[in-house]
């Protein structure tokens, strides 16, 4: 919902596949999955000093059989190439996975001297499923946590070694979900992006949007519980100070990635002029919000 665009909602699910059937084959660099998906990667990496918990951060898109309905199946197989590995569906430019030499096309069958065919099994479910992505990219930041990662990687016929060196981050994940309204989320783990966000903010206003819910994720702000008691309008004046908390850090860890803060005023100026006069118990009125992060622009050192 638009008035919910930088919610702290962890009610909802966090996380989607990135990867549904496109016209072509991969996506572009400038398509919403890569552009939330090179956003995350540059606001993880570059904001280490504002979160107390770090992670390795992998800058890939990753697909399998199973992430497919099973009518989709033999196209994936045939579009991707797929076979019962973790196929590579994108690569964040500058990312650890693209220093490494992964690509587009590539399809990892094996790591640290493991086969991941074992873990096929949800190709015995007829829906869709992420399961297996998830426990791989698990096992894989696991793996780095230690050191560099050996990948045996196949691209069409050819098998070749990849050593994918650690680089730390924020941990979060960062996912695009499929709806078309204007939303966005965050929980102790995941930030989320709808598609329709995704496609109409521009760079600057996107890295706003995912600054101010990983702030949510580096302050603590993911408790669970509090829905229902700022229903009732219990404790909404905590709600609307961790927002206000939220667009300032988010704000400093949006330049910290190297997009303008301007963003922030732009898209916050937008939503106002979209919703209309509201009154919400989780948020102050985009007004207020509007006016802190010019003052905090205004004090910050140039």
Not at 29 to 55: F, I, Q
Not at 99 to 112: K, S, T
Not at 192 to 206: F, K, N, S, W
Not at 233 to 247: C, H, P, T, V
Request: net charge neutral; hydrophobic share 45%; charged share 20%.
């Amino acid at each position: 919902m638009i008035l919910a665009a930088l919610a702290i909602a962890a009610a909802k699910p966090a996380f989607a596949a990135t990867h549904a059937p496109q016209p072509a084959p991969y996506p572009s660099d400038t398509s919403p999955e890569m552009r939330v998906a090179t956003t995350g990667y540059r606001l993880a990496v570059r904001n280490l000093d504002h979160c107390p918990r770090k992670a390795p951060q992998l800058g890939l898109l990753l697909h399998e059989l199973g992430s497919y309905d099973n009518d989709k199946r033999d196209w994936a197989r045939a579009t991707f190439g797929l076979g019962t590995g973790i196929g590579v569906l994108g690569v964040v430019p500058g990312s650890a996975a693209a220093d490494a030499g992964l690509a587009p096309g590539d399809e990892i069958i094996a790591l640290a001297g493991a086969s991941v065919q074992a873990g096929a099994a949800p190709l015995a479910s007829p829906r869709a499923s992420y399961d297996r992505v998830e426990a791989f990219v698990s096992a894989l930041k696991a793996r780095l946590q230690v050191g560099a990662a050996a990948l045996v990687v196949r691209h069409g016929t050819r098998e070749r070694t990849v050593e994918l060196p650690t680089r730390l981050g924020c941990a979060a994940e960062f996912s695009m979900m499929p709806q078309s309204d204007l939303d966005a989320w965050s929980d102790q783990r995941y930030v989320a992006v709808t598609r329709g966000l995704a496609q109409v903010a521009p760079d600057d206003e996107l890295a706003f949007v995912m600054a101010h819910e990983l702030a949510h994720i580096a302050l603590g702000h993911g408790d669970k519980g509090r829905g229902l008691l700022i229903g009732l309008g219990i404790g909404s004046r905590g709600a609307r100070q961790r927002e206000r908390d939220a667009d300032r850090l988010g704000l400093t860890m949006t330049r910290a990635a190297g997009y303008s803060a301007a963003g922030a005023e732009g898209l916050l100026m937008r939503l106002a002029h979209a919703s209309g006069p509201h009154i919400s118990l989780t948020h102050p009125s985009f007004r207020s919000r509007i006016e802190a992060i010019k003052t905090a622009q205004t004090a910050e050192p140039k």
